[in-house]
């Protein structure tokens, strides 16, 4: 029998100064990802200082939004959802779900694009993935 | 500079309650305070270090300490790195007595979630306000259940773990808990059970899971020359280690814990390796737990933990790794969703020989503790205590 996702109601993500381009961006349906010009390195979750050297010579760039499940559970709750780390093609692990398909059909290695979801209280949405 | 051996556990006591609908946590604190000092034969004023969590109700230690009447306090640690906090205070009270900064650390813990009627491990839960990873998690539902139940998956798909192997962490802690007349779940269970038990989350079915329950326990850690001069038998700490590990800045790897950095830094200081211990408490807070430490802490090689627990290898007098013998947070107890202070208590009774006799370590003279607290696999903290009976 397969689980469908679910529509359940999404927390609005916490905006703060640090965060509120990215969720800006997501707004207009960009994902955006950390980079730390110091290394060169891409980093996830954004932040104002990279993880690399501790500076603030960051920025958030345009990612592809497409991917790979690394790891990925369905939480069989009385609404179920996927929850998964999802491996951009830029090689960051982002937290997020899996939504769109048959819960019971993903896997480990899947090839996932990103898509939004409205969250509750007109938040931005939240950035999740759906198989390609 | 080694500090091995430079203090003694000589007060233990955990809470018997599993369900406190009539005491309040800081009640709790007291009576597994008063409970600790009794066994160890002191009393509250001689207590002049103290060690508690964010758990604890009030400003770090700061409320208990004027709840339990602590006026000679010139020590006090409140680290909290969640259920493995309770370990890491056996290291830091043990930095203490060795640098002369306290002669007698109490370290209590005492919570009741499920008086509270907590979803632990399946509600969201918040870091707190200002919490910057939370506005990239909590819209997709994090749990603890499943932040666990990833790494359990990710474990299986690059080693060929299987939830029967899982099942046999669960097997074994409930041979021990029928012989614990507190635990709460005191039925022995196949693999079966375990495999049939309705999914919590993939690949975690609820017997994959700790209990909540309510409760505490506290600990007395003194100078070997007070040590010495009570009537306990002595329980010396031989060794420790701590460590974190994190989301490595977006390249998380979830097939290992912090374990394998706190574990080394507390055989070296302990002078023994993983082959010596006679008896291992491992924190569980699910089975998955309990595998990914094992091969952390060098009990079996990486990706081999699912055949190494299999067959009853964890259960006392069967297998070859004894652990857990009260029944661990699976079957016995897990206080304030806080794992790692029972996991000292029973290291502590089996060092003592004062384990329950159908699972008493003959001969234990060797004994390690471990806790994980947090997220396993992205943010959690380590701890690892190695105790000696002298």
């Not at chain 1, 990279?50 to 609404?79: C, D, H, I, W």
């Not at chain 1, 007109?122 to 950035?127: F, H, S």
């Not at chain 2, 919590?200 to 079915?205: A, E, G, K, R």
């Given at each position: 029998m397969p689980t469908p996702a679910s529509n359940r109601a999404l927390p609005a993500p916490q905006v703060d100064p640090t965060n509120k381009p990215y969720f800006d961006a997501a707004r207009e349906g960009r994902l955006l990802i950390g980079l730390c010009k110091d290394t060169g390195k891409h980093f996830w979750y954004p932040?104002?200082?990279?993880?690399?050297?501790?500076?603030?010579?960051?920025?958030?760039?345009?990612?592809?939004?497409?991917?790979?499940?690394?790891?990925?559970?369905?939480?069989?709750?009385?609404?179920?959802?996927?929850?998964?780390?999802?491996?951009?093609?830029?090689?960051?692990?982002?937290?997020t779900n899996i939504v769109d398909c048959d819960l019971d059909t993903v896997r480990i290695g899947m090839k996932v694009r990103v898509v939004f979801?409205?969250?509750?209280?007109?938040?931005?949405?939240?950035?999740?993935?759906?198989?390609? | 500079m080694s500090l091995s051996g430079k203090a003694y556990i000589v007060g233990a006591f955990e809470h018997p309650t599993r369900k406190a609908d009539n005491q309040s946590v800081a009640q709790l604190h007291a009576e597994v305070a008063y409970g600790a000092l009794q066994d160890a034969g002191l009393t509250k004023d001689d207590v002049d270090g103290f060690f508690c969590t964010g758990a604890a109700p009030g400003l770090g230690p700061l409320n208990m300490a004027d709840y339990l009447g602590l006026t000679k306090l010139r020590h006090m640690d409140?680290?909290?790195?969640?259920?493995?906090?309770?370990?890491?205070?056996?290291?830091?009270?043990?930095?203490?007595?060795?640098?002369?900064?306290?002669?007698?650390?109490?370290?209590?813990?005492?919570?009741?979630?499920r008086a509270e009627a907590m979803a632990t491990g399946t509600a969201?839960?918040?870091?707190?306000?200002?919490?910057?990873?939370?506005?990239?998690?909590?819209?997709?539902?994090?749990?603890?259940?499943?932040?666990?139940?990833?790494?359990?998956?990710?474990?299986?798909?690059?080693?060929?773990?299987?939830?029967?192997?899982l099942a046999w962490i669960k097997v074994a802690a409930s041979q021990h808990a029928q012989w614990n007349e507190h635990a709460m779940l005191r039925k022995v269970v196949t693999v079966e059970d375990v495999v049939n038990s309705p999914m919590?989350?993939?690949?975690?079915?609820r017997l994959d899971c700790c209990v909540i329950s309510d409760g505490g326990g506290a600990l007395v850690i003194t100078r070997p020359e007070i040590a010495k001069s009570l009537k306990r038998p002595l329980v010396k700490i031989k060794g420790h280690g701590e460590a974190t590990k994190n989301q490595n800045a977006g390249y998380t790897d979830l097939t290992f814990s912090a374990a394998r950095w706190s574990g080394p830094r507390a055989f070296e200081e302990a002078g023994v390796k993983p082959a010596d211990i006679q008896y291992a408490s491992i924190y569980d807070s699910f089975t998955i737990t309990v595998l990914v430490q094992l091969e952390d802490l060098g009990f079996c090689e990486k990706g081999q933990g699912g055949k190494f627990v299999?067959?009853?290898?964890?259960?006392?007098?069967?297998?070859?790794?004894?652990?857990?013998?009260?029944?661990?947070?699976?079957?016995?107890?897990?206080?304030?969703?806080?794992?790692?202070?029972?996991?000292?208590?029973?290291?502590?009774?089996?060092?003592?020989?004062?384990?329950?006799?159908?699972?008493?370590?003959?001969?234990?003279?060797?004994?390690?503790?471990?806790?994980?607290?947090?997220?396993?696999?992205?943010?959690?903290?380590?701890?690892t205590v190695i105790l000696e009976r002298e």
């Open positions: 932040r104002g200082a990279s993880p690399f050297t501790l500076s603030n010579n960051v920025e958030l760039v345009p990612a592809q939004g497409t991917g790979t499940v690394y790891t990925y559970t369905v939480m069989r709750t009385k609404e179920p959802y996927c929850v998964a780390y999802v491996e951009l093609d830029e090689g960051v692990r982002v937290f979801k409205p969250t509750t209280a007109d938040g931005p949405p939240a950035t999740m993935f759906a198989p390609v | 409140s680290t909290d790195v969640g259920g493995s906090s309770y370990v890491l205070h056996v290291g830091h009270a043990l930095e203490a007595v060795a640098l002369g900064l306290c002669n007698v650390a109490l370290v209590t813990l005492a919570g009741r979630p969201p839960r918040t870091w707190g306000a200002n919490v910057p990873d939370d506005p990239f998690e909590m819209p997709y539902g994090r749990t603890v259940a499943n932040a666990y139940a990833m790494v359990a998956q990710r474990h299986m798909y690059e080693f060929g773990t299987t939830s029967e192997q919590i989350s993939d690949p975690l079915h299999a067959d009853g290898n964890l259960i006392s007098g069967v297998g070859k790794l004894p652990f857990n013998t009260d029944g661990g947070g699976l079957c016995n107890n897990h206080p304030a969703n806080r794992g790692g202070m029972t996991k000292v208590i029973e290291a502590v009774r089996q060092i003592r020989g004062e384990a329950h006799p159908k699972v008493q370590v003959p001969n234990c003279t060797l004994a390690l503790a471990h806790g994980t607290g947090g997220l396993l696999g992205t943010r959690h903290g380590s701890a």
